[in-house]
């Protein structure tokens, strides 16, 4: 629907293959096991499950940013985002400390790579409205994905958890991640996430996308991303499993 920072609209297909590919080598029941994402973002992997028409599973997400998600809610009950926005207004809400579905709307779909509010986009356009136009003729597609999705409580950070018998996608903010999003949204303490990554993985199927990982895990996909404004930089997106996965048999 709208750009986001690290998100996987591009990647999603291929990442959704490569977790259905695990699932059948690690689930030993006779049913699709529920799926979850912890770090949902844009919902660039989980509107693939969404899209599947002919499967039950049930699909839960959540994300540490509040904000996003609560803007997500707000398409999936019928809310109609902004159409225009002029660089003064995009300005007035980035240095508005009161928090609303249309701020966090402007803020990724106004910006320049999806950073949150990190530069108006629009002036790179003829017409300025073009981004939130462009935004606004996918949100009646997205709202349909987003019907399937049941969102967790406000405020739940992924170690809240303590799933069992999951798919679990992860995609958490990467360490030394360069590609100048706020603080606000990627300060991340990276060696307890993959503890708890080895704890999941007794009694869930879980597999995590970043850019590397502790020898313990196995780089199952890789596919080299390019950024910047030309293009001009690289990094590699990599999916993992830990080496220590246990099959899910009831």
């Known amino acids: 629907m709208i750009n986001y920072q690290g998100g996987k609209s591009r990647l999603g297909k291929h990442i959704y293959g490569a977790i259905l590919d695990v699932e059948k080598e690690f689930n030993k029941t006779s049913e699709p096991l529920p799926y979850f994402e912890p770090f949902c973002g844009m919902l660039g992997v989980m509107r693939h499950f969404a899209k599947d028409e002919g499967s039950n599973r049930s699909l839960s997400a959540c994300d540490k ?19 225009t926005c002029s660089a003064e207004e995009f300005h007035k809400l980035k240095y508005s400390k009161r928090s609303s579905f249309k701020r966090t709307f402007i803020g990724f779909a106004c ?6 509010f990190s530069g108006f986009r629009g002036k790179y356009w003829d017409n300025p409205n073009y981004p939130l ?26 170690d809240s958890f303590k799933p069992k018998g999951k798919l679990i996608y992860c995609d958490p903010p990467y360490v030394n991640n360069d590609l100048g999003q706020s603080n606000k949204f990627f300060y991340f303490d990276d060696e307890p996430f993959w503890n708890t990554m ?53």
């Open 65 to 83: 940013n509040d904000d996003l998600v609560q803007m997500l809610r707000a398409v999936q009950r019928g809310w109609q985002p902004p159409k």
């Open 133 to 158: 136009e462009n935004a606004n003729r996918n949100v009646k597609a997205f709202r349909a994905i987003l019907q399937k999705v049941t969102f967790c409580k406000k405020g739940q950070s992924y």
């Open 111 to 116: 910006s320049y790579s999806g950073m949150f």
């Open 198 to 250: 080895r704890e999941w993985s007794q009694t869930n199927i879980v597999l995590i996308s970043n850019s590397s990982a502790p020898s313990d895990f196995k780089r199952i996909f890789t596919k080299e991303r390019r950024h910047g404004k030309k293009g001009d930089r690289s990094f590699e997106e990599n999916l993992y499993v830990y080496k220590g996965q246990k099959p899910i048999d009831s």
